[in-house]
């Protein structure tokens, strides 16, 4: 066995016994040459490093396990999200991965997940793949060298996309699979080589952890202004998170993964993994250059096989493409990732039935009907088999990564809600003038707008309409915002189809509403469409 490394690293304690090379918290340089010594990358023109995934071109969620055992079995919301899988199981599964990994050269990470270090936790990253290697030195925080020596991981990631699961032996519904053990604090990861499913684990780990110690975990972006004046951004992938929270007006704190403690806000994360489909310099400047830069991961581009130029506007693999860069790349980024207790949260949704309003001020009650009805549309490429626009509810706006069930979150936020006073808004990022495919999206600087009214206290004092079908209350006017715009039933050519659409809209609300019922407040249960 090699050490390709002066801090000398023991994995037996992993269980691994490598025949081969490990290779310990290299750098960028170091693992862009063993990505395309190994042929799995490409340079693109400015420095970007083009990787494929297919045909895991997004999250696998039937892939997706939660192990069932006696000492956490209680605090499982188990179903379709957290499905089991026997110990049994487990125990062939990661004896069978860590064979492999046995077999082959290694790529260590040594990393963190969380800015504050009270809550934070150490994850190791055991990894067949260099440019994944790199994927967790982008998405994790980084450790001093200084401290390297000594770290001892409270997660380990078992990353092996190359090997297949069989289902019959190991429980698994397919080749692909994403297992987490929260007691004995482990994930393993195989058959798919999407990158997105190593960090989304450590965040479901800390979905499970923090709520006891009376963080709320949020999926969420969060930038801060001038005036130290924290904002929040809730929203599935494909709503605008990553999008709206990097804006040169305002510090970046973080684009996806946050916590709320009684001091604050603080990222989870190290890095962005930002939707590349039709980016453009004019649109999102910042994203634009961090994609352009030595270091960055793009994932599943197609580049002009001459100049080596990105196409943004291809989506020929996947909507789904991607890019994973440092958060350092943003140049207003907060070095500490840490910021005060929020003033505003903005829930984001993807209306595909074009029929929510593009921008309304939500009572506390309203906040928690919305926080935990996570309405939005599934974007095409966001999971395998999205190839259009789907009505979706996403229970605190991140079903996919909430071991315990929702209600812990709500209350959660209902409390911080009810100590710190943030203001809420539900903003649509989605359809206008019609549904999808007869109505279009909505511009995206009539969004920035919006939203820059609403943290920038611009909209505070201004006169509101109630949303007849949903009991929204709609500024009638926002800077730079066309005043038709905001009344989505003046957008349809049609209003009775419109009122159709928005009755059919809000009995999904409803149905979807009827699990929480019995653990919500009256005024809660009534915040929802009339």
């Known amino acids: 066995m090699q050490i390709l490394e002066a801090l000398q690293v023991d994995l037996t304690a992993q269980g691994l016994a490598p025949k081969g090379c490990i290779r310990r918290n290299l750098s960028p340089a170091e693992l862009y040459e063993e990505t395309l010594r190994l042929g799995t990358g490409r340079i693109a023109q400015g420095g970007g490093l083009v990787t494929l995934t297919a045909p895991h071109t997004g999250r696998s969620p039937n892939d997706r396990f939660v192990v ?25 599964l990661r004896e069978d991965l860590i064979a492999h990994l046995n077999t082959v050269d290694l ?3 040594d990393a ?12 190791r990253v055991i990894s067949e793949s260099p440019w994944h290697d790199l994927f967790a030195y982008n998405m994790f925080l980084r450790l001093d060298p200084a401290v390297r020596g000594a770290f001892e991981p409270d997660f380990v990631v078992y990353h092996a996309p ?20 929260f007691t004995d604090r482990v994930v393993l990861v195989g058959g798919t080589a999407y990158a997105g499913e190593i960090k989304k684990s450590i965040f479901a780990s800390l979905n499970f952890l923090l ?14 202004g001038d005036a130290g004046d924290t904002a929040l951004f809730f929203g599935l992938s494909g709503t605008g998170k990553t999008t709206l929270s990097a804006n040169p007006e305002r510090r970046l704190i973080g684009d996806d993964e946050h916590g709320w403690s009684d001091d604050g806000i603080f990222n989870f994360e190290g890095g962005c993994y930002a939707k590349t489909i039709r980016l453009s310099p004019e649109s999102e400047p910042d994203i634009y250059h961090a994609t352009r830069r030595f270091g960055t991961i793009l994932e599943n581009v197609i580049l002009d096989e001459r100049t080596r130029e990105i196409d943004y506007d291809s989506g020929a693999i996947t909507e789904n493409t991607r890019a994973s860069y440092p958060i350092h790349f943003i140049s207003n980024a907060v070095p500490s990732g840490k910021g005060g207790h929020p003033e505003n949260l903005v829930f984001l949704t993807a ?10 001020r939500l009572s506390p009650a309203q906040a928690m009907y919305h926080f935990l009805s996570g309405y939005t549309a599934k974007v095409a490429g966001t999971e395998r088999g999205v190839t259009e626009p789907k ?3 996403s229970a605190c706006f991140g079903a996919p990564f909430l071991p315990q069930h929702p209600a812990v979150y709500a209350d959660l936020l209902g409390e911080k809600l009810r100590t710190h006073g943030a203001k809420a ?33 611009a909209l505070d004092g201004v006169p509101e309409r109630v949303d007849a079908a949903f009991g929204l209350r709609v500024p009638v006017c926002v800077p730079d915002v066309p005043a038709e715009v905001l009344l989505p039933r003046e957008t349809w050519t049609d209003g009775t189809q419109y009122d159709e659409a928005a009755a059919e809209l809000a009995a999904m609300f409803r149905a979807n509403f009827e699990q929480f019922a019995g653990q919500v407040s009256l005024g809660v249960r009534e915040a929802g469409p009339v």
Do not use: K
């Open 391 to 393: 009505a979706a509810f």
């Open 351 to 360: 209306d595909a039935f074009g029929v929510l309003p593009p921008i309304a």
């Open 162 to 181: 190359s090997l297949q699961a069989d289902p019959e032996r190991h429980g698994t519904n397919s080749g692909a699979f994403i297992v987490v053990n």
């Open 68 to 92: 069932q055992e006696p000492q956490t079995a209680d605090m499982i919301d188990w179903g379709p999200v957290n499905m089991p899988i026997s110990q049994c199981h487990y125990g062939r």
């Open 112 to 123: 963190r997940a969380g800015a504050d270090p009270r809550y934070g936790i150490g994850v």
């Open 425 to 457: 808004w539900l903003v649509n990022t989605g359809w206008t003038g019609g549904p999808y495919g007869v109505g279009s999206r909505m511009e995206l600087s009539y969004t920035r707008a919006m939203v820059a009214a609403a943290v920038n206290g």
């Open 211 to 224: 709520p006891a110690r009376g963080v709320l975990p949020m999926h969420c972006s969060a930038n801060i």
């Open 107 to 109: 790529y260590v990470r």
